[in-house]
Structure formats: structure tokens, C-alpha cells
């Protein structure tokens, strides 16, 4: 397949691997930016944006990324604890006094982050334009009990995670996560990565499309449709379905635990501004934040009695044989997609690969991607 962009000869096995990717998985549309040493070294893209029409997948396109989002969350949070305005270890209430009900007064943001605060789904069934207002949910965590002793166990913390964490932002800073990320980071790096989509990118948006073969999703009962769906507010992969991922409705309204968009550049950018600084500018999270970000919070077996090998620090995937990276200094996050980006400072690395044709979360797509990133950097 003959795509678009460019690499640095010394990342050309990344633009091999790109190719490979269409030809042996199909797929539709696709995107892969490596940052090195805060600077670009490969920004690749090609096949089709909208299988629909044919309109093919350009420098500008950009895609649904789901829990990607958590990277700009989680990057937000650690921010404002760099700066001053956010003690990760302090008990939420301190900065959202009306959290401080049902048995969540000593949970801290950190334990949110490291999915231990024992809220990985809600009671309370909303509509998706309650969701969308914001406050509906806000009162629903308040109102919500543990479902464990906050810290004694991990569950995946999906939708809450974002909404949880956010409500924390905009308390400290008076900006919903999405404005205050654009504030605070991506106006100032250009970076194309939205929690509520602008209208005017709309006509950028890449179209989703389910690849066969996916297995059947389990009962809307489970807890992991509970929390992926919100109980049932959304579909899933509910591609679509009234307000499911392709409804520019749904990625308008910020639904910050899974709802960005974003070209693969924008987060690659990202990353690589935390840990590194893009094109001269200062980076974003000091070493120290980094070693705060990496320390394991949670791993092995989770509330609900899976293990699907994940390690988590605070708000990132760490590296593990489930999500192989490049080091223990490695942190990052992936998508329902099979997106997934991450970054590192002890190799000054900023990396994000995203699709449009959904297989799922830990495919060898993205894998096979940062095998040949680590295989470029150990031939430097």
C-alpha cells in the first residue's frame, strides 16, 4: 500500500511496518507520528477516511480515539500538580467538598487515576443529554458508594475516570477538561486533539468502521458494558446507532474518559511535549512528574476477577507484555479501536498510531508499530 508522509531514514522500518499493517490486517484507514528527541521523525498516513465515500485519509484527518482520551486527562492532572494547584494525594473533597459523601470522604485523585477508587461504574441510569449537560453526572458521583474499600482493589474506572478526574480540573481551574486543555497545552502546540469536537473540524473526521470478525460483545448487564456504555446510555461499539461514535453529536459533548478526537500527531505531540518539549520548547511534566506518572498502581487480578496482563500508574498504561512500550519509564494509553499512544523520557519518545477500522484494544497493529520504533532506536 503506498501512503503519505514521510520518515526519517533512521525510522524507515516504522514506515515499513505502516505498510505491512494494510496489507496483512486490512486496514482501512491509519495513521502512525513518532516523535524523537523532540523532534518529528516519522508522520505517516493512507487508505480511506470514509469507507462510505472513498475520501482518503490526509495529513488533516482525524478520528474517535476512546479512552486515548485519558491522555489528556491525565496529562492535565499532573500538570496542575506541577504547578502547584493539585495535590494528587489529597482527598478529592478538598478541591469538590459535596464528593465527600457515601463513603468516598479519603479518596484521593490518585486512587481515581489508578482506577482504585471503587467507581468504575454509576448507579444512576442517564440519558446521553444528561451526560452531555455535565452536571447530571457530577450529582450522580456525588450521590454514588464505593462499590470496594477506596485503594483495597482496581477496576477499570471507563467513563467515570473521565468525567471523576475532570470535575477535579474544573474545580482547580473553572474550565470543563476540554477547555482547560486547550488553554494549558494544545492551542499553544497546535495540536489537533479535542474533547468536544469544533463543528468546523467536523468535515476532518474520519469515519469508524467495525472489522469483521469482531467477537460478540458481552450482555448489557455485565460491568463492563455497564462501564463502557454508561448504562446503556451509549452504544457499544454502537458505531451507527443514534449518538453511537461517528455522531459528531456525541464527540461535540465532552465525554472525557473516551470521547476525544485526534489526528495520530496530535497525541504523539502531546507525549512528546510531556517528556520532552517539541521543537525546542520547554517540556511539560518534569522528571519527577514522570516518576509519579510511572510508579505501578494496580496490576494482576481486578475486582471483577480478570487479568488481561495491564500494569497502571497514575492515568496511564504502563509497559507490560499485554502493552509492550520501550521501558519502565514508559506511559500511555490505548483506544476500543485499537489506537494507542504513549511517551518516554528516558528515550525521549512520543509515539501514536490511530485507525478507523475497529479490531479492538490490544491488537498487533499498533504493537507491531512500536516494535519497529524500539528496533530504530536500538540501531541509533
Not at 467513563?159 to 494549558?184: D, K, N, S
Request: glycine share 12%; hydrophobic share 45%.
Amino acid at each position: 500500500m503506498e501512503h503519505s508522509g514521510w520518515a526519517d531514514e533512521r525510522f524507515g522500518a516504522v514506515a515499513d511496518a505502516f505498510a505491512r499493517n494494510f496489507a496483512d490486517f486490512g486496514e482501512l484507514g491509519a495513521a502512525v507520528t513518532v516523535f524523537a528527541g523532540g523532534r518529528e521523525v516519522a508522520n505517516l498516513w493512507g487508505g480511506v477516511a470514509d469507507g462510505r465515500t472513498g475520501r482518503p485519509w490526509d495529513r488533516d484527518t482525524i478520528v474517535p480515539v476512546f479512552s486515548c482520551a485519558k491522555a489528556v486527562v491525565g496529562v492535565c492532572a499532573h500538570l496542575l500538580a506541577e504547578r502547584g494547584a493539585l495535590d494528587l494525594d489529597a482527598p478529592v473533597a478538598r478541591y469538590w467538598p459535596e464528593f465527600a459523601r457515601a463513603g468516598k470522604e479519603a479518596i484521593t485523585t490518585r486512587m481515581v487515576l489508578g482506577n482504585r477508587a471503587g467507581l468504575p461504574v454509576l448507579d444512576r441510569v442517564l440519558s446521553f443529554e444528561e451526560i452531555a449537560a455535565w452536571t447530571p453526572v457530577v450529582h450522580a458521583i456525588e450521590e454514588q458508594k464505593p462499590l470496594w474499600e477506596p485503594g483495597a482493589a482496581y477496576e477499570y474506572h471507563a467513563h467515570v475516570f473521565g468525567f471523576l478526574v475532570g470535575e477535579v480540573i474544573r474545580r482547580v481551574t473553572g474550565l470543563t477538561p476540554g477547555a482547560y486543555f486547550r488553554q494549558a497545552v494544545a492551542s499553544e502546540l497546535g495540536l489537533r486533539t479535542w474533547i468536544g469536537l469544533p463543528p468546523e473540524e467536523v468535515p476532518n473526521l474520519a469515519r469508524l468502521a467495525e472489522a469483521e470478525g469482531r467477537p460478540p460483545m458481552p450482555g448489557p448487564e455485565t460491568l463492563i458494558m455497564r462501564m463502557v456504555t454508561m448504562n446503556g446510555a451509549f452504544a457499544f461499539p454502537g458505531l451507527e446507532e443514534p449518538h453511537g461514535w461517528n455522531d459528531p453529536a456525541l464527540l461535540g459533548a465532552e465525554i472525557p474518559g473516551a470521547g476525544a478526537v485526534s489526528s495520530a500527531h496530535g497525541l504523539a505531540a502531546l507525549y512528546a511535549a510531556a517528556v520532552t518539549g517539541v521543537d525546542g520548547s520547554p517540556r511539560l511534566l518534569s522528571p519527577d512528574t514522570v516518576t509519579s506518572a510511572v510508579r505501578e498502581l494496580s496490576s494482576g487480578v481486578t475486582w471483577s476477577g480478570m487479568d488481561a496482563g495491564q500494569r497502571w500508574g497514575s492515568g496511564f498504561l504502563l509497559d507490560s507484555s499485554f502493552r509492550p512500550m520501550l521501558g519502565p519509564r514508559s506511559f500511555g494509553n490505548d483506544g476500543a479501536g485499537g489506537q494507542f499512544t504513549f511517551g518516554d523520557d528516558e528515550y525521549g519518545v512520543g509515539f501514536a498510531y490511530v485507525s478507523n477500522r475497529m479490531v479492538g484494544y490490544g491488537d498487533a497493529r499498533a504493537n507491531r508499530l512500536v516494535s519497529a520504533v524500539r528496533e530504530c532506536l536500538a540501531a541509533a
